[in-house]
């Protein structure tokens, strides 16, 4: 715990150290060199990355890797394999298990739901990605099917 | 119309439900899974209690681009009011919590800066004592 607050410019050299990490597809970036670049020792970074943004740097960027494949991927025109290279990935397999961890799916499964839920082209689909609480009438939907007893089942 | 729901948009819906249940003390009021993310709101013990805030994923790049353009600047994207901000800032200090200003006077109101962890900037304000 720190004694007195961030200051403007460490949280201003924090912010440009989580652009960075949201590189996806610069695969050789290490986290040292980031800390380097916030002018932090790695401990002090990770630290303060962590107590602001609730993920330590190398969760964020596995994340911002994760949601740039769903993306990706919801838009078609991608295969698995581009996409999984364009996010940083070396790995097929290990990208797959990370993406099927985190999204609930493997990303062929995913591509496929996704795609199917794209209506104008280009757009990506809002279930998928929703905006201001548009999330707001399949709950309430939600709620009332379990209030009558009906087996709820997930349009997403 | 009623004002009775308002939202915050976080990058993650189970941290946010966490920082803002076990930290910040709210309350979870609905938390229904709506396909891959859940419709969330939590309620406030101390002020009206069918007021809600809803964490709301940031799923959409647009929403995401918002979301960050205001935390760059330093501009917060809700803002709670606190009876004791001295109070209210060393309990948050001792959970671990970030400041970017600790309470200042910005004429009758004293306002704090602290960080969700979950891409927000929050304030806090303690209103004139009237």
Request: hydrophobic fraction near 45%; charged fraction near 20%; charge should be neutral.
């Amino acid at each position: 715990m720190s004694a007195s607050p961030t200051s403007a410019d460490t949280f201003a050299r924090l912010c440009r150290a989580r652009d960075r990490l949201r590189e996806v597809h610069d695969r050789t970036l290490t986290i040292d060199e980031v800390a380097r670049d916030a002018s932090m020792s790695p401990f002090q970074f990770i630290r303060r990355f962590t107590a602001f943004f609730g993920d330590t740097p190398h969760q964020f960027r596995i994340q911002a890797r994760v949601d740039r494949a769903r993306e990706l991927l919801a838009l078609g025109g991608h295969s698995v394999t581009d996409v999984c290279m364009e996010v940083g990935f070396s790995s097929l397999g290990s990208f797959s298990d990370l993406f099927a961890r985190r999204v609930g799916m493997p990303p062929s499964a995913y591509r496929r739901h996704a795609c199917a839920m794209v209506t104008v082209p280009g757009m990506l689909p809002t279930t998928l990605f929703p905006g201001c609480l548009l999330l707001m009438p399949a709950a309430f939907a939600i709620l009332e099917k379990q209030a009558a007893g009906a087996p709820v089942t997930l349009d997403a | 119309m009623k004002i009775k729901l308002t939202s915050v948009m976080v990058d993650d819906q189970a941290k946010a439900l966490k920082f803002y249940t076990e930290v910040f003390g709210f309350v979870k009021k609905r938390d229904i899974p709506v396909g891959i993310y859940r419709w969330i709101t939590v309620v406030s013990t101390e002020g009206h209690a069918d007021v809600e805030l809803a964490l709301e994923p940031n799923g959409n790049p647009v929403g995401k681009a918002f979301q960050d353009g205001l935390l760059k600047q330093g501009i917060p994207a809700a803002a709670f009011e606190v009876d004791d901000i001295d109070a209210e800032y060393r309990r948050l200090k001792s959970l671990g919590v970030v400041f970017t200003q600790a309470p200042t006077p910005q004429g009758p109101v004293t306002i704090a800066v602290c960080a969700d962890t979950c891409g927000n900037l929050i304030q806090l304000y303690q209103p004139p004592r009237s």
